[in-house]
């Protein structure tokens, strides 16, 4: 698969994430801020593509944004939503002791999903692509 192809693959995935994540805030299911996390992943995972980096199956968003080039804007977009990492994994687990993490509030969750489609629109830009292919 060319890699132009797997970069606008991972910004429709993305984009699903974020309806996702919508629609579970709405119902206050516990796995929109997965969503979110997954959605913020897709797009590092496109930009790092696009410059070349294969990202692997990384979860950590701040490993992440660490392998784009020093000095790329996308480095700084990211650092923002750092803070969704242990959603990718934890979150989906219990803790040792039996207690789950928090979410963040439904609130938070849909004004973060609204800022990451204004994120996502950027990405798409950047790559100079449609909103995706099938």
Partial sequence: MSV???????????EADLDAAEVLARVGN??????????????????LLT??????????LELLADRLPEGDIWHALAQPWLRYTPYATTFRY????????????????????????????QARDDVGGEPGTR
């Fill in 4 to 14: 132009e192809r797997r970069v606008r693959s991972f910004l429709v995935l993305a």
């Fill in 30 to 47: 516990h796995y929109a801020a997965y969503h979110v996390q997954q959605a913020i992943e897709k797009v590092l995972k496109a930009m």
């Fill in 51 to 60: 410059r070349g980096v294969e990202a692997g199956v990384e979860h950590r």
């Fill in 94 to 121: 219990p803790k040792p002791g039996g207690g789950i993490i928090d979410e963040p509030p439904t609130t938070a969750i849909l004004a973060d999903v609204r800022a990451l489609r204004d994120l996502l629109k």
